[in-house]
Structure formats: C-alpha cells, structure tokens
C-alpha cells in the first residue's frame, strides 16, 4: 500500500463522506448509469447480426458482465472507499499502475460529454438550431454548457438528495421501457419469429459473439461498477454493496430481453422481405411505434432519449467526481481537489474541475468529437486492473477479505480475460486512439512522481507496472491484426483465442508483480 494511503489529510477528507446510502439508492445509481440511451437501438443492431438468437447472447452478456460484477463487488465490500475503483489499482499494483489507470479514468469524463452531446443531438428534434451539420452551434453549445452547470449544480448537494433525484430518474428509465414493450405486444405480435426467416440464428450462432461486441450489447449492460465508486458513502457497504450491483444488472438484463422480445415480434412482415439484416430504422422503437400507428408512445420515446441520456450523465458527473477525488489522494492529481466539504459530505473542487473538463470536451475542435466518443471505453481497463487487485489481496496475508464471492481463484483470471476481450473487442478504430492516449499517461507518471516517493527507486516501479503497459501494447497490435474493424490478418475466432491467451498469461505476470510490490510496501523502512 501508498505510503501515503493513511495520511491524515486523506483520513480526515475520507471521513467527511456521509454515509447515506442504502440498497435501493445504490440500486438506482448503478441501474441509471447502465441504461442510457443505447436501449433505444441495441434490440436493432441485435437483431440485424445475429436475429432471433440475439436473446442469447444478450444473457452471454449478462454472464459475463456479472463475472466482472463479482470481483467488484468483493473488492467494494472489502475495501469500501470513495472512488474506490481508482485507488484497489494503486494499492495493489503499485504507482504505475495506479496512474495510467488513473489516467485512462480521467480521460473518460469524455464520456460524459459525449451524452451531454447526445442529449444535444436529441433535442435537436424539438430545436433544429442546436447543430450545424455534426457540431454544436454557438446556441447548441451553449445549451449543452448551461446543462453541464446544471448537472454539476444538482450533484453539489448531500449525496442524500443526490440519490432521491436519481430515485426518480431511474424510476421513469424502467417505466418508459415497460410501456414500450406492453404497447408494442399490445398492438399485435407475429407468431412463428423465432423460426422464420432463417430460424433461430439465421446467421450462425458465431454471429451471437459478433452481437456481443459489435452489436453494442456488452457496452448497453455496462456500467454497473458506479454504486461501487460510492462504497465509501454507503451505510454497511459489506452488505448492501453485492446485492445492489447484481440487482442494477438484473433489471437492466430482463428490460433489454423484454425489449428484444418485443422488437422481434412486432416488426411488420414486409420489412422483412431481406430478413434481419434488411431491417433498417435511424430512430428503432420511436420510427417501429410510428409504423404501428402508436403515435403517443413514438413522443414518449423521443422525450425519453433525451432523460436517459441525461440520468446517466447526472450520474456520471457524481461519478467522475469521485474519481477525482481519488485520483487526488493517488498523487495523479494535486491534492487540493482531496477537499470534502464537512457541511455536506460532497467533493466540491473535484465537482468544478470536472465541469471544466467537460466544457472543454464539448467544444469543437477539429477532430475532437471522434476522440471524445470513445473515452468513455477506456473505463473497461478498470476491470482488468481490478481483477489484478482481487487476485494480489488474497496472496497478501496482510490483506482481509470480505469472503462474500466464492471461487474468486478463478473467477478473477476469467474476469481479466473478459474484460481485456470488451477492450479489443471495441475495435481499431476506437482502439488505435484510446490505447495510445492511455499510455502518454506514462508522462504524467514520471511528472507526478516524487523522488521521495515510497522510499523506491524509480526502476522498481516501472518495473512492477510493466506488465499494464505490454498489456496495452499487445492490445493495440492485435486490434490491428484482428477482424474487429482491424486488418484481418488474424481472422475471426482465433483473434479473440489469441486475446485470451496473451490476457491470461499476463494476468498471472500481473498478480506476481503486484505481490512482491505488496511486500515491499510491507516491509519496514530502512533505518538511515
């Protein structure tokens, strides 16, 4: 562990979180950030690769996001922290590590200006002056920074309030879902879709893998680790925290089969004259209700792409404060964005720091929007190093589990295995930008670092984090060498054989690395 991860100033900010969240706020925090507006066209992009067996693969998805879940979950329960997802890294795996996860974590605040710009796009229905083509107007750009001062402004509050508006956003986010598929059914359905043109997988039960990572299904059931980052304002986390995270994933699973269900049955035969693959909406639910004379539920839709979207973003600035604040107690940030306020509990300086970040990600530069789409991926590399940070504290005799997760010896191999595959799977053309800018956070590392720093000499840390920046590399040559919008070279399925195999051998180089990094965090100083 840090040296400085007990620090009084850190225990004193830490101890300043109110904790005052319980199960059903967690619950909506981690189902808000899951859903966003993706739901509106995952069922779509579904059915067109894989038809009637996109309902496998969307529990695929499930299965393997909930193997994630788990080791989250023990490492929430075990070491419940504000931001903990930022800081199990740093501990585990030492400050190379710690900071390019910091980094690529500090990058994907994009994310969330990316749904600030979708709401935008949204909007864009009711107020066409919003964009010029694919950028904001200096009206459209206004509003979206009126909305981002908005949103900081309703999270600069208690978390307490912070939760009972997410209640409710996250309440009307299952509502609209449900009278969606209710409408829908209730309009007539065609019987016989399951083995109609082309039956149950007109294309292969291969292609379920190819919905999987390039129909959008894994990124639409992502996001369940928010409650996680608020371990550390939540009221007996050991107990709350694994229930809440399985239960946001739960729900979220069974409205997208509902509403996969619901796509594949009520698609009018005549779309259908090319199968699956010929079905083809901009705006799926809203143009299906339109065709089926559901008129109402076609507005009701519209206005919900422009909540979803806006209640994941809410979340995410509450989110990327934490993270923030983390990252300030890491060192990768100065230790002024540390301060918590003790009247409310809340993060303010990080809060405004974020805001300058998104304001700044909105803004539009030449190229700019086609790195901010994608910033939000780079979260998926906390998974990996979690997993690390599972495996390297249950080595350490030092270290007390919570125990809540049975099997975790191979749970967290198959959770880093998974979790490198949602990264390449994101394919080349996200790929060759984001894991680039992830590892110029090596620069940051070098800036930061102190040469007091733990008492190490600069070698040994670079040594103990090299295993994330090989991992990174091989990443990015394979995303080229791949079918994932790569060059093809390594044709389908033997590219993600291949992640898999190169992931898992450098899971075990991780976890070796971080446990003689641990011991000698352990170790007593030398006497001068």
């Known amino acids: 562990m840090p040296a400085d991860a007990g620090a009084p100033e850190v225990v004193v900010q830490e101890r300043r979180l109110h904790r ?7 619950t909506a925090i981690g189902f808000s950030n899951i859903v966003g507006s993706g739901w509106l ?12 067996a996109a309902l496998l693969t969307w529990v695929g998805a499930g299965v393997l996001c909930g193997l994630v879940a788990l080791v989250m979950i023990e490492l929430g329960a075990s070491r419940p922290e504000g931001g903990g997802t930022v800081r199990w890294p740093l501990y585990a795996s030492g400050p190379l590590v710690g900071t390019l996860i910091g980094w690529s974590v500090l990058l994907s605040v994009g994310g969330t200006a990316a749904e600030i710009s979708a709401i935008m796009q949204y909007a864009d229905h009711y107020l066409p002056d919003i964009y010029a083509g694919r950028t904001l107007t200096p009206m459209g750009l206004g509003l979206a920074v009126a909305l981002s001062v908005l949103l900081t402004a309703l999270n600069w509050f208690a978390v307490r309030t912070f939760a009972r508006l997410n209640n409710l956003v996250a309440v009307f986010k299952i509502i609209v879902p449900v ?54 304002e939540t009221r007996d986390p050991r107990r709350t ?31 259908l004259g090319h199968g699956w693959k010929g079905v083809d909406f901009e705006s799926p639910f809203g143009q299906l209700a339109i065709v089926l004379n559901l008129h109402w539920l076609s507005s009701l ?22 993270h923030t604040y983390a990252l300030a107690k890491n060192r990768t940030l100065p230790r002024t964005f540390i301060q918590v306020s003790s009247r409310d509990g809340i993060p303010h300086r990080a809060l405004l720091l974020n805001l300058a970040v998104i304001v700044v990600f909105l803004l539009p530069f030449g190229g700019w929007q086609s790195i901010v789409s994608i910033m939000g991926d780079m979260y998926l590399l906390v998974y990996a190093a979690s997993a690390v940070a599972v495996a390297v504290f249950r080595a350490d005799a030092g270290t007390t589990m919570a125990g809540w997760v049975p ?37 940051l590392f070098l800036l930061m670092r102190r040469s007091g720093h733990d008492g190490r000499p ?22 080229w ?26 899971f075990f180089w991780a976890v070796r690395s971080g446990a003689g990094q641990m011991r000698a965090a352990h170790r007593p100083a030398p006497r001068p």
């Open 301 to 322: 839709l519209y206005a919900d792409a422009v909540i979803s979207p806006g209640g994941s973003a809410y979340v995410g600035v509450a989110l990327n404060a934490r």
């Open 179 to 232: 009278v969606t598929v209710i409408a829908l059914f209730a309009s007539g359905w065609h019987s016989g879709r399951l083995s109609d043109h082309g039956g149950f997988a007109p294309y292969g039960y291969a292609a379920c893998l190819s919905a999987l990572a390039g129909g959008g299904i894994v990124y639409s059931v992502n996001g369940f680790q928010a409650a996680l980052d608020f371990s550390g």
């Open 407 to 443: 099997g975790l010896r191979w749970i967290a191999p198959a959770s880093f295995v998974i979790s490198s595959e949602f990264v390449y799977w994101s394919g080349w053309h996200d790929l060759r930008l984001a894991l680039p800018l992830v590892l110029a956070g090596l620069l």
């Open 41 to 52: 066209f995952a069922a779509l992009y579904a059915a067109r690769t894989a038809g009637p």
């Open 458 to 479: 600069l070698a040994g840390e670079l040594r103990e984090g090299l295993w994330l920046v090989v991992h990174l590399s091989v990443l990015t040559l394979l995303s």
């Open 241 to 271: 925290l694994p229930a809440a995270v399985l239960t946001a994933i739960a729900l979220a699973l069974l409205m997208y089969l509902g509403l996969q269900l619901a796509f594949l049955f009520t698609v009018p035969e005549n779309l």
């Open 481 to 506: 060498l791949g079918t994932f919008k790569g060059s093809g070279h390594l044709p389908d399925p033997y590219d993600s054989l291949t992640v898999a195999a190169v992931s898992l051998g450098i």
């Open 20 to 26: 005052d969240l319980g199960f059903w706020g967690l």
